[in-house]
């Protein structure tokens, strides 16, 4: 079993099991147990004997070091009913009970993406700050679908394997500005964007970078700034391949965001949970605790 008293005292293991300091956790703690009192109507009760067996989990402190250890290292359930000494099917009740609670309590936190950006005045209000933007697609694997038409739909070509995507806008502190719902793998990521119009929320003097992928979007938007593609059966000049190379040294911060959310595993690792769009949920969080950790470390 977990010493949890142990890792919470000391910094390097809280690290490693949260992906937070004991700075940021106890910061984040203080808004979590606000949201978690109002979200729940638990009401203490004096126990006698044979009341029952005491939880495991007794503190809030305590609930929120296991959502944050299953987001970062993504036990299987089995593992963590060992570690946390309870039943599986308890393990599976924590995270489900958690996770909603973690996440409103990232949005009132202010660190959360936004879904979808509905208006440019959207976006100003929450990004005033905002100078450029990095658009971007990340994937992550699932398990292979039994369904032959499902393998297909969630086959990615790039990645040669099943996953699931979404789209980001990054700004150049590497926060997570906009995260689109989860989808198939095999999904272009212009199509993506067409369906959920990113850059149409952005004010157009804000330059937005993206790559290939978004070949015949600039022909919306004045905004977009693309790489160069090599034309058929020629050679991009000198110009063009510099041109190229400074706009790639740009966008290497959207992947860099990408990294510093794949911390958590629950966010790269093979998804395994069986609830239908829990990936997405578990995605976004993933995304808040990220951005909570850039505004704490700052």
């Not at 142990?6 to 203080?30: M, S």
């Not at 699932?142 to 099943?162: A, F, L, M, T, V």
């Not at 980001?168 to 719902?181: F, Q, W």
């Not at 063009?240 to 510093?260: D, I, M």
Request: charged content about 35%; aromatic content about 8%; proline content about 4%.
């Amino acid at each position: 079993m977990l010493n949890i008293n142990r890792i919470l005292q000391q910094d390097r293991l809280l690290r490693a099991t949260t992906g937070l300091n004991q700075k940021a956790f106890e910061e984040l703690l203080v808004k979590f147990e606000l949201v978690y009192l109002s979200s729940t109507k638990e009401k203490a009760r004096k126990r006698r004997r044979g009341a029952g067996r005491k939880a495991q989990l007794r503190t809030i402190k305590e609930k929120l070091f296991y959502i944050l250890f299953y987001l970062k290292c993504y036990p299987t359930y089995d593992l963590a009913s060992v570690l946390f000494d309870f039943d599986r099917s308890q393990a599976y009740r924590w995270v489900c009970r958690l996770q909603p609670i973690l996440e409103k309590t990232l949005g009132e936190k202010k660190v959360l993406p936004l879904r979808k950006l509905s208006s440019i005045d959207e976006f100003i209000e929450h990004f005033p700050e905002v100078k450029k933007v990095i658009v971007d697609g990340t994937e992550r694997p699932i398990c292979r679908p039994k369904d032959k038409d499902r393998q297909k739909e969630n086959y990615s070509g790039k990645k040669k394997r099943h996953t699931s995507k979404n789209l980001a806008a990054v700004a150049k502190d590497k926060r997570i500005l906009v995260l689109t719902p989860s989808t198939k793998g095999k999904t272009h990521d212009k199509k993506i964007h067409d369906r959920e119009d990113i850059i149409g929320g952005i004010p157009d003097a804000i330059p937005v970078l993206g790559d290939l992928g978004f070949q015949g979007v600039q022909k919306q938007y004045v905004n977009i700034h693309l790489p160069h593609k090599k034309p058929k059966k020629g050679k991009l000049t000198d110009t063009q391949k510099q041109e190229n190379k400074k706009l790639s040294q740009e966008r290497v911060l959207c992947e860099n965001a990408f990294a510093g959310v794949k911390r958590y595993r629950a966010a790269s690792d093979i998804y395994r949970n069986r609830v239908t769009k829990f990936d997405d949920k578990l995605m976004l969080t993933a995304c808040g605790l990220w951005n909570f950790y850039l505004e704490e470390a700052a």
